[in-house]
């Protein structure tokens, strides 16, 4: 599920897996001289999916699928890796305002960045408010679509896209190749229990809220096709009780703010490094 994280403050919200299994003893010989002790039997190595964590990720993403509309807080760590090898830890908030199937209000802020995104239904708009530009395309008619069309045709990743997401992608059971439940744990106050996953260049751990609405309150990815294994985690903060209104979500532009092709977003983002 979660992808890699490339940027400290536009982070790819992806998903997917997990923790190394154990490793068992090996066999002794049956030929060991009379009158020594035997070995116990070895057991047989734990799986290296278990079911019980598969289990919970399924109530999770049918539980976020219910979910007609929602606002979430997330705080935001991420690493950069210096060409010396040297790890350097970036913090930020994202705050994501959803109306299903057709609305979201993305704010990703950091001291370096800010990037606010918009989808209306007909039109997805990213918008630096420092700089004073913004750049829209025609989007499809659902999230899950426009998400996509972000990511494939202009290499926008939306933060936590995932929680948008979780439960419609039938391609993730496949990308897992371990995981596992490590224990019970507080998140910020509330009971939780801790899941770790592994896919290919991707470690990931995640944090669900023991309760009914097995809502996630933490998730870590860190990237293992980088020797420096750099991470970014994420601490959520939901709020279910406040409406959002869909037509709250649209995007009005300042004034002042003037619109560019989707094409110069990346080289507007230079300016403001």
């Known amino acids: 599920m979660p992808s890699k994280p490339q940027t400290p403050f536009l982070p790819k919200a992806s998903l997917a897996a997990g923790l190394a299994a154990l490793c068992a003893v090996a066999p ?8 020594q002790t035997a070995a116990p039997v070895p057991t047989a190595e734990p799986a290296a999916i278990d079911p019980v964590a598969i289990a919970a990720l399924d109530d999770m993403a049918a539980y976020l699928q219910t979910l007609a509309s929602f606002r ?3 705080d935001t760590t991420s690493e950069v890796v210096l060409e010396s090898g040297q790890k350097i830890q970036f913090g930020g908030e994202v705050n994501l305002a959803v109306h299903r199937p057709d609305a979201f209000k ?4 950091a001291d370096t960045r800010t990037r606010e995104m918009y989808y209306d239904g007909e039109s ?6 420092r700089l004073g530009y913004y750049a829209s395309f025609d989007a499809p008619p659902t999230i899950g679509q426009t998400l996509d069309a972000a990511r494939t045709r202009y290499g926008i990743e939306v933060p ?4 948008f997401t979780w439960g419609t992608d039938q391609t993730i059971r496949s990308r897992i190749r371990e995981a596992m439940v490590i224990l019970p744990e507080t998140v910020g106050g509330r009971q939780c229990i801790h899941y770790a996953f592994r896919q290919d260049n991707v470690d990931w751990q995640l944090w669900l809220e023991d309760s009914e609405t097995p ?3 933490k998730l870590v990815i860190t990237s293992t096709d980088d020797p420096s294994m750099p991470q970014y ?8 009780a406040t409406p959002v209104a869909a037509e709250g979500l649209a995007f009005d532009p300042p004034a002042d703010a003037h619109r560019i092709t989707i094409a110069d977003v990346e080289a507007a983002a230079g300016e403001e490094r």
């Open 106 to 109: 993305v704010v990703s802020q």
């Open 233 to 240: 985690s994420s601490v959520l903060h939901w709020d279910l």
């Open 28 to 35: 002794v010989s049956a030929n060991r001289a009379a009158g």
């Open 124 to 129: 997805f708009t990213i918008f630096a408010p």
């Open 160 to 163: 936590l896209a995932d929680l």
């Open 215 to 217: 809502l996630p309150c």
């Open 72 to 74: 979430v807080r997330s």
